[in-house]
């Protein structure tokens, strides 16, 4: 029962450590490194509380040293995932009955701990496990998960302050910002520690409980988050961790009719197919599962002809390659006029030519490996289709030590060809040279080639393009840039998600997203009610 309204801490966005050598901050990170490499850990699942080793494991390799050993995983079988919705669903009442600033205390404590003495820890889980260097582990790991801690416990007073603005005479009106009926059921990709974070936490920030099944792939730095949010006081059975290859785990959640709501981002694929079990199951649910799902991209940039070729040139490199280009939001489709493409191709080249590929343990590398051997070999599939058109930089994978795929730069001959279209999810980016009078023409193709809309952006000088491309393309990206990188969404700042088949565009981080975890009951209380029947009009 809350006697108060407390205010929260204002968020602002956590500063980014910039490890330069020489600095405490970059011996610190190193050290850490140094001591989870020299581990191997015993990865359990997570039930009320109690770590559960069912000694079916899978192993976590380095992908940027794949012989290294990192973990084992200990996987779930049916008995883990029946146990999991169980212990979520006997948690639900008392956390739901939590005062709200009691919840939103659990996730500040966990972003002041992530911004303090957890940060080297997840970080370099981040680092060793997904192949990040520590520039991209600090913006993912560290940085956007205390954003979206910190943001969204803002956001959920703002909601919950959120009431009818009118009340009739003698009556009351007000609304209560109920979590759902049911348990939530978070599934999260490999490429971001931030966004396997956030679903879980989000919805149980609203006062749901939740069942979260993390890419095991991911497992070493989701690990640390489990562990840190039990540090940050969250109760047992608030969120059960059940590892598992997907449909193993996904089959049996989707089937039981305590389902709340599903909070996935991942491939489209798989977020379809979850659609369609929930669809099959429709009629067994207690409510209408909420589904909410970032999924697949195929980002664009497009540049007039009066776009500035050296800006041009440095977004498709940190936008396409940052990662090896496994940000769902990565830059993997270019479209540029002919009369800027010489210059554009030999300032990618070189760029190219100067970026250091290696080991994550090694700061001074920019691009790393992918996470594992599926992605390589299915990475070398379209480099061979690569070398069908012109390849300009790269265009060759070394899978002896790690997963590597040489940052890949391709001029195409058809603007609808599979590399143009298609999700590859690596470090492949397409570019597409139009005659300079077909701008309005490359925009629709820019609009029509690929099922999905997540990011995109123009680069141009003129300011009648900025206009005509803004609203050709409204359609074609949830987020979109004018004169910058497709990555990179600050939360707070662009609130982020996709339509088509990007997903359901909830925008992680913000106001939108955090409704979807919530029920709402009105409650309208009339303090006089009249005690005859009779309207004045009966005469
Ligand atoms: P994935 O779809 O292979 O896996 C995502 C998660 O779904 C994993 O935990 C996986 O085990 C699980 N899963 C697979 N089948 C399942 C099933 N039948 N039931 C339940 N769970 C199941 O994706 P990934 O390779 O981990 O991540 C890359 C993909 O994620 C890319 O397509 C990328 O664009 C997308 N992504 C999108 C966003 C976004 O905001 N739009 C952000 C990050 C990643």
Redesign the pocket.
Known sequence: MSISIPSIPRPVNEPVRSYLPGSAERASIQREVAIQAAEVVEIPCVIDGVDVYTGRTVAVTMPSAHGHLLAHVHLAGPAEVERAVRASEQAREEWANLPWEARVGVFLKAADLLAGPWRDRVNAATMLGQAKTVHQAEIDAACELIDFLKFNCSFYRDILAEQPPEHSAGTWNRLEHRPLDGFV?A??????TS?AGNLACAPALAGNTVVW??????ALACWQLIRLLRAAGLPDGVVNVVW????D???P??ARPELGGIH????????Q??WR?VGANIANYRQYPRIV?????KDFIVAHPSADPAALAVAIVRGGYEYQG????AASRVYIPDNLWPEVRDRVRAMLGEIKQGDVRDLGNFVSAV?DER?FRRHQQYLELAHLDEVVAGGHAHGEVGWYIEPTFVRVGDPKCKLMAE?I?GPIVSAYVYPEAEWLHTLRLVDQTSPYA?TGAVFARDRYAIQQATQALRGAAGNFYVNDKPTGAVVGQQP???GRA??TNDK?GAPHNLLRWISPRTIKETFVPPTDWRYGFLG
């Open positions: 059921f599934v999260s990709p490999f490429n971001f966004i099944k993390p890419a095991t792939t991911s598992g290859h997907g449909p785990v996904g089959d959640v989707l996935f981002t991942g491939s489209t694929g798989v977020f197919g979850m079990t799902g970032e999924t697949g991209g496994q940000k769902c939001s996470i992605a999700e999810f997540l982020f998600g996709g990007s997903g992680a």
